[in-house]
């Protein structure tokens, strides 16, 4: 496993939305986290597992998924990844144990 995690950028913010590009490599992980407030993200390219309360979600390109607010998950890269996630402009991404 890759120890640095995904990188994230801002790709556009609007009056109430903004966008997130997410890439990286596959073995890359993001450690547990909560967005703020709901979020959606959507696979551009590879595939990636969220795991969310004990369960995990394998995503593969042009697949969704609605993350609630606050609920803790990671994120894991399995094939080469570049996805798009959109929240409100307020919401944030926190760490749990950083």
Known sequence: MIESPPQMAILHTG???????????????????ISTKEAVIIIQK?????????NDYLLQK???????????HTLRITEDFQAHVIME???QIKFINS
């Open 62 to 72: 042009h697949e969704s998924m609605i993350i609630p607010g606050g609920e803790k």
């Open 89 to 91: 402009t307020d919401s």
């Open 46 to 54: 590879g595939s990636a597992v969220i795991t969310m309360k004990g």
């Open 15 to 33: 009056k109430l939305l903004k966008v997130l590009q997410v890439t990286g490599i596959a073995g890359m992980r993001m450690p547990e986290h």
